[in-house]
């Protein structure tokens, strides 16, 4: 069963997201805090990272973590920013950007395609 790491500050977006994915079988790892994930993780466990960019500690610091700790991690980037900061983060070779507001069938279909055999 593949895991996924959801990094996601605001708590009822982090239940929803929680609610879909744990429907289609993913075994979740939820943090609201960056800073909190990049501590309290278990990397080596983690398949895929859907993170949030606009969080206390930011979204490209745990992007540029997770990177370090293994480039092999899909990373999906969900979020409400748009321009200049929207292209640095496409910029940071992530597999996917979904902007806020998503359909969960744009989120299953993202993981989906990143994890195609480990569900």
């Known amino acids: 069963m593949a895991i996924i790491a959801v990094i996601e500050d605001d708590e009822n977006v982090l239940k929803t997201i929680a ?3 744990e ?8 943090f609201v805090d ?13 398949d895929l990272v859907v993170t949030d960019l606009v969080m206390s500690t930011s979204g490209e610091k ?7 700790k293994d480039p092999q991690i899909p ?3 969900i979020t409400g ?3 200049d900061r929207l292209d640095q983060v496409q910029g940071l070779n992530v597999s996917c950007v979904l ?3 998503f359909h969960p069938r744009e989120l299953l279909f993202a993981v989906q395609k990143f994890l195609p055999n480990k569900n």
């Open 19 to 21: 609610k879909v994915l």
């Open 23 to 30: 429907r289609s079988g993913y075994q979740l790892k939820p």
């Open 34 to 46: 960056a800073a909190q994930a990049i501590s309290d993780c278990d990397w080596r466990e983690v």
């Open 62 to 68: 745990l992007i540029e973590f997770v990177q370090q």
């Open 75 to 77: 990373i999906v980037v």
């Open 81 to 83: 920013v748009v321009g």
């Open 99 to 101: 902007k806020k507001p």
